[in-house]
């Protein structure tokens, strides 16, 4: 069932299943590559100019990607930027649409649970959608809330393990778990 699950208790909102697919795809005889990271990095063709001299980022011209983390049996883990983030930092206007980015993440990235590492407010400064949380559901996905603040460690051990617990839980299951913060 796909449910919304807030850290520390908070509500759950059961959903109908959607079919999930079986595997992510992954070559095992690629060649080696850089991290993903620095992939990114030197994948600035394909920015295109803004108004001024800003680059812009939407939904369209740069659909939302999943960088794999592991593979644990049948599940999978990866991570993502923010989806359906609207601001603009270091000379990027991020104009991204929530419901092509969850569309995407799910049908094209086949993801089972996203993680959100983001607190209401931070998700607020980041220009996204104040339905985020029922959006996500509604796009067949379960959505586990876990607000850590940014560059510091979780408040609560015990929470933070409890999280850690959780997604090995979906992996053995044979999920694909997407993070983001």
């Excluded at 999978?76 to 930027?81: D, K, M, S, V």
Aim: hydrophobic share 35%; proline share 6%; with cysteine.
């Amino acid at each position: 069932q796909n449910r919304i699950s807030m850290s520390g208790g908070g509500a759950r909102v059961d959903r109908q299943p959607l079919v999930r697919s079986a595997t992510m795809t992954s070559s095992s005889n690629s060649k080696p590559h850089a991290p993903p990271l620095l992939q990114r990095q030197s994948s600035a063709p394909g920015l295109r100019k803004g108004g001024s001299s800003s680059l812009s980022r939407t939904s369209h011209s740069h659909p939302i990607t999943v960088s794999p983390v592991s593979k644990t049996g049948s599940g999978r883990l990866g991570l993502c930027y923010c989806p359906g983030k609207n601001l603009v930092r270091e000379g990027i206007k991020w104009e991204r649409d929530l419901d092509i980015d969850l569309r995407d993440m799910k049908e094209r990235h086949r993801v089972d649970v996203v993680v959100c590492l983001l607190s209401p407010a931070e998700l607020r400064s980041l220009g996204v959608r104040r339905d985020y949380c029922e959006s996500v559901v509604k796009s067949g996905m379960e959505l586990i809330m876990h607000p850590i603040i940014e560059m510091a460690a979780p408040d609560d051990i015990g929470s933070a393990r409890e999280l850690v617990e959780r997604v090995v839980g979906e992996l053995a299951k044979g999920k694909r778990v997407v993070m983001h913060c």
